[in-house]
């Protein structure tokens, strides 16, 4: 079986629910305390063993091409500043894998902008990383489904139970259990944004899928889906229909970069961890908590 060692980042969304913020920054570079999301994502899958990431971009996201290049001139001042942590740490940003840039030059879904990967991956499996979404685990996300592939050999969704009010945003999965397994089951059939009584149960895939090269052919063949996009969620179903599927219930807590609450949240868990701000963060909450 061969290694996983490419990933997808769709980061060309528009990201109008964090408008006015994203008309300038986009959402992938909103920073968690002072690393922006996409890094987390990029140093997640390198942690996997993931050595080339193709980011899918558009117009006015190139802070994120800047982001992942050296710093020759905040080197030089910190260097004069005998900084020398702070330039090894923007040295193994620049170094974390080979970062790819491809843009999709017009915003048609999920779908649409993972079809646009088709020659990078060529005849490789690979994981999707949708770029809002920041999971935080002692285990990288990646690794858990890494494990699932390699035992059935087929592509793996992550998943999570969620509210009613979030699975009608999301996807809702059809699963049936596996023996001998807690946290993985098999899925033939799923549905994107289902309307009240269209769901199969309260799994939702949740920001990664592994996925073989044959959803290439399915993309290309897609109609339009949920919201008048190309799902991706859409191309997964046939395969999961055809020959199941496997969801993996990840470990680990997700943070949705696309919405004000998830940006909110995100930066609250990171603060409350960093050296810097952790002491300090954690007295202004106990304060203002008494407060509301
Ligand atoms: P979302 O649906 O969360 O992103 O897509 P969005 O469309 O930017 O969100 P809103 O509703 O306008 O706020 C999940 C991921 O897929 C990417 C997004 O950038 C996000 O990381 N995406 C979405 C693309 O790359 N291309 C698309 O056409 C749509």
Redesign the pocket.
């Known amino acids: 079986m061969k290694r996983i060692t490419k990933a997808i980042?769709?980061?060309?969304?528009?990201?109008?629910?964090?408008l006015p913020i994203?008309a300038a920054v986009c959402?992938?570079m909103l920073p968690i305390v002072d690393i922006p999301a996409i890094c987390h994502l990029v140093e997640e899958a390198a942690a996997c063993g993931i050595t080339d990431i193709l980011i899918?971009t558009?117009r006015g996201k190139e802070i994120m091409e800047n982001f992942f290049d050296l710093s020759p001139e905040y080197e030089a001042a910190l260097a004069a500043k005998a900084k020398y942590d702070e330039i090894d740490r923007l040295r193994e940003i620049a170094n974390t894998a080979n970062v790819y840039f491809l843009r999709?030059k017009e915003?048609?879904?999920?779908g649409?902008?993972v079809g646009r990967a088709r020659s990078f991956i060529g005849d490789d499996p690979f994981i999707v990383m949708?770029?809002?979404?920041v999971i935080f685990s002692d285990r990288p996300v990646c690794g858990q489904m890494m494990d699932v592939y390699e035992k059935y050999g087929r592509p793996v969704v992550a998943v999570k139970p969620v509210s009613p009010e979030e699975l009608s945003k999301y996807s809702s999965l059809k699963v049936e259990p596996i023996e001998g397994e807690d946290r993985v089951t098999y899925c033939t059939d799923m549905i994107e944004k289902p309307k009240a009584g269209e769901e199969f149960s309260n799994l939702s895939i949740l920001g990664r899928v592994l996925l073989t090269p044959d959803i290439f052919d399915i993309i290309d063949e897609l109609d339009p889906g949920a919201g008048g996009?190309y799902q991706l969620t859409d191309a997964i179903k046939q395969i999961a229909r055809e020959s199941g599927i496997y969801a993996l219930e990840f470990e680990g807590d997700r943070y949705?970069l696309?919405?004000k609450i998830g940006f909110l949240k995100a930066n609250i868990v990171k603060g409350l961890e960093h050296p810097e701000t952790g002491g300090e963060l954690k007295a202004f909450i106990k304060k203002i908590a008494e407060e509301i």
Do not use: V
């Open positions: 980042i769709p980061a060309a969304g528009l990201g109008t629910r964090m994203s959402k992938e899918i558009n999709q915003t048609l879904g999920l649409h902008a949708y770029g809002d979404d996009e949705d696309g919405s």
